[in-house]
C-alpha cells in the first residue's frame, strides 16, 4: 500500500461519489479484509460488495493483498491502495502544485497545535522526502 495517491481519473470520482464505496475504501485503509467480511460489516450482500470491489479495482484504489487457500475456495483479501487519496484536477502533478499542498499541510499541523517549521526550504525538502517515499512504497519487496 502507498502511503499517498494522486487521483486524476474523473471516473474514479464518480466511483468515491457512491456512500458505499467510499466506505469499502475506509475499511480497507484499515485492514485486509475478504468480501464476506466486508459484507458483514456493511450490512449488504457479497454480490453486492463484489460488484463494488471490482469497479474499485479497475480504478486501482484498491488492491489484491493476498490469497489463501480455505477447504476447496481461493479466498482474496484486498486492501486500499493507498493510506491517502488525493483527489486532483488539472496540473496537479506540477511542482508548485505539489508545494503549496505540502505548506497547506504544515500550516494545518501548526493549526492542530503540533509544531512544523513552514518556510520555503523546508518545503522543497519535504517535497523531495515524500517522493522518495511514495517510490520506495512502489517497488516490489525484494
Do not use: C
Not at 458483514?40 to 450482500?45: A, R
Not at 502544485?97 to 504544515?106: C, I, P
Amino acid at each position: 500500500m502507498q502511503a499517498f495517491k494522486f487521483v486524476k481519473d474523473p471516473e474514479a470520482w464518480e466511483l468515491m461519489a457512491d456512500d458505499t464505496r467510499r466506505r469499502v475504501v475506509y475499511l480497507l485503509r484499515a485492514k485486509e479484509m475478504t468480501v464476506s467480511q466486508i459484507a458483514e460489516q456493511l450490512q449488504k450482500t457479497p454480490q453486492a460488495i463484489y460488484h463494488h470491489i471490482r469497479k474499485l479495482l479497475d480504478k486501482e484504489l484498491i488492491e489484491v493483498a493476498k490469497e489463501e487457500r480455505v477447504d476447496h475456495f481461493i479466498e482474496t483479501y484486498y486492501r486500499a491502495a493507498a493510506e491517502v487519496f488525493e483527489f486532483v484536477h488539472g496540473e496537479g502533478h506540477s511542482k508548485g502544485y505539489e508545494e503549496q499542498r505540502m505548506k497547506d499541510s504544515l500550516q494545518a499541523l501548526n493549526m492542530l497545535r503540533i509544531k512544523a517549521q513552514v518556510d520555503d526550504a523546508t518545503v522543497v525538502k519535504m517535497v523531495a522526502l515524500s517522493k522518495k517515499l511514495n517510490q520506495l512504497a512502489l517497488k516490489p519487496n525484494l
